[in-house]
């Protein structure tokens, strides 16, 4: 069995009365582009945003169970939460450049994690842009505002920004609900490279991107886990029911 | 009227459609006997009410208007605008009352903007549930006390600790009128502070913490940037606030109608437009010079009001039409 990157541990979680995820417990390979895919309402977002404890600052929830980064509880008291989600970047469904120049946007995470190194930085704001395949578009006017950006070039710079901090797991929640085929092709295809450096979780916007992308796929039903296994085999031949019929579109 | 015409239209859809439930009924029922003529009663007489509000803001623009504009004929502009005002004189300088409310108004938001958005921020974002919930009806509170408690306040306690802690002839000085502005200002400028900071969409607090901004860089470099125009808002209606108030400022800043020129002047007393017309206009004879200086002086204030209104307004109403970052 291959090293697991991320773990989850018997999770429950409730937004106040309500059940969010019902002991949910699976493991992420490194350097692989994990899939949560399943109808709204089912957790998958939820536990995604558990990895990088986002939902730290929603009110009225509760969790038990433990979730595991490198086999280390991210739920320990002495975890620094700003340092965790260094290491655990995320994207999300719309692209939200923050106010100021594309240059900005990649620099910005880089600057609040302490770092002054000029070249460095400049080294880092390339890259990452390479990575995220919007460097040949913007190369030459790095400095012009974020919001001057097309939806899809947008994303893929809010995608920049989160690998200009080097993280070791990427999440992704429905990157590609906001952008036309040609750019969320460009996505797709920029996450089949990045899964050599980085460990991908995403949330596809539909089962057949959840078909293109996964390594291994997980299906989430109303706060159940239902089945988690390799992208070539859940989406041929699913074991459960359930999975089956949403696949096949009987319901969703 | 949109909405009016609105609601009638939604209502008789409505009677349509319950009249095409009930079997044995065609088309619309007529209305019953007397409802019509009620409607056109109440109608008409809401639109009385609202017509004579704007009709009284009219009339009472128009008498300040008219016992107001003969100053600027009757006394040469050098005098107008000069920098001694002494009615007896004949010295009619308004500009140390101009300079002395802009003086007492700018020092109170210097005041009272990093105390309000900085109450605004903990409320919205540091406070935990309960204290919020505490909080903000004690703001609401804050902004009912009559402002002549504060003036008493002002001079009983304030202006003493001003007059020994800074080693002044008298504790009643601009500063001490700007501390009590500041402190009338914050409520309004508190509420409208926290309802922008409440308006910055989550997903941007989820952008910057996920990209390991700390709590704090996240409210400070993100949050409050992007509230930015509701903040400046919170703070143009605040000052509309601190310069028409009259009874507190009248209380504590020593009346004394001198050009506060420099620095120091700020804990000297100084005189504003609002407290010269509320002290000397029981004592003028009506018709007479100084009376329609007084006037002028209401006019004067008037338009630097509705300028500062004017430019609140333009900022809650572009925020409302760029949509996006609201």
Known sequence: ?252 | MGARHLSLNWASSLSSKIAGLVPGRKGKPPPPAGRSYVEFLIESSIRVLGFSTIGFVLLIFFFLLREGLPIFREVAPANLFGTRWYPTFDLFGTLPLIIGSAYVTVASIAIALPLGVATAVFIREVAPHWTREVLKPLIEVLAGIPSVVLGFFGMHVLAPLVRTTMDVPTGLTAFTGAVLLAYMALPTIISVAEDAIDTVPRSYRDAALAMGATHWQTIWRVVVPAARSGIATAVMLGMGRAIGETMAVMMVTGNAARMPISLNSLFMPVRTMTATVAAEMGEVANGSVHYHSLFGIGIILFILTFLINIVAATAIFKKRHRGGLR
């Open chain 1, 1 to 252: 069995m291959v090293e697991k990157k991320v773990s989850a541990e018997n999770i429950n979680y409730f937004y106040g009365g309500n059940q969010a995820l019902r002991d949910v417990s699976l493991g992420v390979p490194a350097h692989s582009v994990t899939v949560f895919f399943g109808p709204a309402g089912g957790g998958k977002t939820t536990l995604l945003r558990l990895i990088n404890r986002l939902n730290d600052m929603v009110e009225n929830t509760r969790m038990t169970g433990r979730i595991l980064l490198d086999n280390k509880n991210i739920y320990d008291e002495d975890v620094d939460v700003a340092i965790l989600r260094r290491r655990v970047g995320m994207v999300f469904a719309l692209p939200l450049p923050l106010p100021g120049t594309i240059r900005e946007n990649v620099t910005y995470g880089l600057k609040l994690a302490g770092m002054r190194d000029g070249h460095r930085i400049a080294e880092i704001l390339e890259k990452s842009l390479v990575q995220a395949a919007i460097w040949d578009e913007i190369k030459d006017r790095l400095d012009s505002p974020a919001s001057s950006l097309s939806g899809g070039q947008q994303q893929r710079l809010c995608i920049a920004r989160s690998l200009a901090l080097e993280p070791e797991v990427l999440l992704l929640d429905e990157p590609t609900s906001g952008l036309d085929p040609i750019s969320t092709r460009k996505v797709e295809d920029s996450l089949q490279e990045l899964k050599q450096l980085y460990t991908i979780i995403i949330v596809p916007h539909s089962i057949q991107q959840a078909a293109r992308v996964a390594d291994q796929a997980a299906f989430f039903l109303m706060g159940d886990l239902i089945e988690y296994r390799p992208g070539t085999e859940i989406f041929t031949t699913p074991r459960d029911k359930r999975t089956e019929d949403y696949i096949t579109g009987r319901f969703g």
